[in-house]
């Protein structure tokens, strides 16, 4: 014989049942109305069946005596055992029950249940309660099993008044009882389950009426979850779902009010951080870069994935992370920092931490790269220009003393220190005058008159001016303009004097026997004004700085030709503030050209950048 298999725990998966709101009501509900039906049904059952055994019970005593009345008015004699249980066998069909005579000594004269022949086998029933409280003149009713009956009786006995018997008693089976009263408990049950039929559909009703509710609640709370905060439920009512609607509508204005005002907040302080100036940067307790705003990637040069890394892997300066260990110990601290790399960067840090629900270290960068080279540019142009001022100012004291001294003893010198007074004046003006021109052009105080000038014009009048000089000095000076040569744009004042400048430098340096030469070059949409000449030449070391304010190549040799350091700086301003730009080429014992690019036209199609241009 071969076992059926079994099935272990784990042989099969889990079966999971899901239930959902309306069945878990339902089944609530279910198991509320079965238990009232039932409790109601088993409390309905045992009143009813006490009230049918009273109302049986009362009924048995009614015929009692009304087979004791028959019976008290029988012409029967006592020992006359025919007759009584002739008549108890009538009156036992007409009560529908076992009728039973008893005479005053206990003994049975008559039986319905019991035949004649019988009778004398038929215990004493003198001892029995039912027939002793009879005997005594009081109704009474006793319930046993009878072994003559071999059933469970219900027994009610009366006294016979003025019979020759003392006691007629009517007995019902209990089985009886039963047959009477199982059509009241199938009603019954019929009524349990009819109820609880309608108590099912009307719970079923009100399940999907109330389910119906909470899957909207549901479906709400899941759409409000996901994000969708302008979802309402809608409910209206009195009832505890309606109430739970219009709190979760108001929870979800209340969120949106709350997201809607973080949001802007979020947006007004990235608006603000992006347009920032400054950088700013955010470390956490761990110090790790928590957040920096665009300037900050653009001084430090960041990729933007440096969030989550600690300070020295975003941001390789020692002294930068010597800062935020001290602020992080808790003192706010403030100092400047060089960063080198592709951009060096000179910034001003200010650090401090912060406390709260959100702790870390705020520093703030500040970019002092071009104030700190301003502030270098304005040491040394005060330097310079003390130096320069100096320097004519010395020279005309000593020629002043010394006139002073030998006016008398040597009235002859007087013309030659008049000479060095008047030359060092002329020097100091010129150099007053070109700082003041200067200064008119970067204050933007120099106002320009833009308009198409031919570049003939413009080169006849310098080369007019500077002729007799350049014969003076043994160098060439010519100009040329190829036929059909288009106009220049710019201002015929400042571009007089960016010429005049240059021919001007051009005719002190070049040498005697050298050549200076003026041309203008059309470049596309851009004018080239080129001075040239064949001169000694710049070394390339000083060609980045020639541009600058008091920069010379040779300072001896200027300021004894007279140049004051100034011309190339206002070249290259005016030139700026006109829209163009000018730069100089230049090889050792071959010559030197400046080239002045200017727009034809008022909006050039492409930068003024000079090698673009070329």
């Known amino acids: 014989m071969k076992e059926a298999p079994t099935s272990s725990p784990t042989s099969a998966p889990a079966l999971r049942v899901r239930l959902g709101i309306r069945a878990k009501l339902f089944l609530i509900a279910l198991g509320l109305i079965t238990l009232s039906v039932f409790v109601a049904y088993a409390s309905a059952r045992a009143e009813i069946e006490q009230d049918a055994l009273a109302r049986i019970r009362g009924d048995l005593t009614v015929r009692a005596r009304l087979v004791a009345t028959r019976a008290s008015v029988a012409p029967h004699a006592a020992d006359d055992l025919a007759a009584w249980d002739a008549l108890a066998d009538e009156l036992g069909e007409e009560s529908g029950g076992r009728v039973t005579f008893i005479d005053a000594d206990g003994r049975v004269v008559g039986d319905s249940l019991v035949p004649l022949e019988r009778l004398g086998d038929v215990e004493n029933h003198g001892l029995r309660p039912e027939v002793v409280d009879a005997m005594g003149g009081r109704d009474r009713q006793s319930q046993r099993f009878s072994t003559t009956t071999d059933r469970h009786m219900i027994y009610a006995a009366v006294p016979v008044p003025g019979a020759r018997i003392a006691v007629a008693r009517v007995g019902l089976a209990q089985a009886d009882i039963e047959t009477a009263v199982r059509p009241m408990r199938q009603a019954l049950i019929i009524s349990a389950g009819l109820a609880l039929t309608v108590a099912m559909i009307v719970a079923s009703l009100a399940v999907q009426v109330a389910s119906r509710k909470a899957q909207v609640l549901m479906n709400a709370a899941r759409r409000m979850a996901a994000g969708d905060l302008d979802m309402r439920t809608r409910l209206v009512g009195d009832d505890e779902f309606a109430e739970l609607g219009s709190a979760l509508d108001q929870l979800a204005r209340s969120l949106s009010k709350t997201l809607k005002d973080l949001s802007e907040e979020r947006d007004r302080l990235s608006g603000i951080l992006e347009s920032m100036q400054e950088g700013v940067l955010f470390l956490d307790e761990e110090g790790r870069v928590a957040l920096f705003n665009p300037a900050l990637r653009e001084m430090l040069l960041l990729h933007g994935d440096e969030v989550g890394q600690t300070l020295l892997s975003a941001v390789r300066s020692s002294e930068l992370k010597e800062l935020i260990d001290k602020v992080q110990s808790g003192e706010p601290s403030t100092a400047e920092i060089n960063v080198s790399g592709l951009k060096p960067r000179q910034l001003l840090v200010r650090a401090a931490r912060m406390d709260g629900n959100q702790r870390g ?187 600058e304010r008091f920069y010379r190549v040779d300072a001896g040799r200027s300021r004894e030709l007279g140049g004051t350091g100034l011309g190339l700086s206002i070249v290259k301003h005016l030139v700026d503030s006109m829209g163009g730009r000018v730069r100089v080429d230049s090889s050792v014992g071959v010559g030197t050209t400046f080239t002045v690019l200017l727009p034809r036209r008022e909006r050039p199609s492409f930068p003024p950048h000079p090698e673009a241009a070329s």
Request: charged share 30%.
């Open 361 to 547: 270290v705020l520093a703030v960068f500040v970019d002092v790269t071009e104030t700190r080279r301003l502030e270098n540019i304005r040491r040394e142009f005060v330097a310079n220009v003390s130096h320069e001022l100096r320097t004519p100012v010395t020279s005309i004291r000593s020629a002043t003393e010394t006139l002073q001294a030998a006016v008398e003893t040597r009235p002859d010198m007087a013309p030659r220190f008049i000479e060095i007074i008047d030359r060092n004046a002329a020097r100091l003006h010129e150099l007053v005058e070109d700082l003041l021109d200067l200064s008119r052009i970067e204050s933007r105080q120099f106002r320009l008159s833009l308009e198409s000038i031919p570049p003939a014009e413009l080169f006849e009048q310098v080369v007019e001016l500077f002729s007799e000089r350049a014969e003076r000095r043994r160098v060439g000076l010519v100009w040329d303009v190829a036929e059909g040569t288009g106009l220049v744009l710019g201002d015929r004042r400042a571009l007089e004097r960016v010429l005049t400048n240059l021919v001007d430098n051009a005719v002190k340096y070049a040498g005697e026997g050298k050549t200076v030469s003026l041309r203008a070059e059309q470049r596309r949409d851009w004018m080239a004004l080129v001075v040239s000449d064949d001169g000694p030449g710049i070394e390339e070391r000083h060609l980045q700085r020639l541009f």
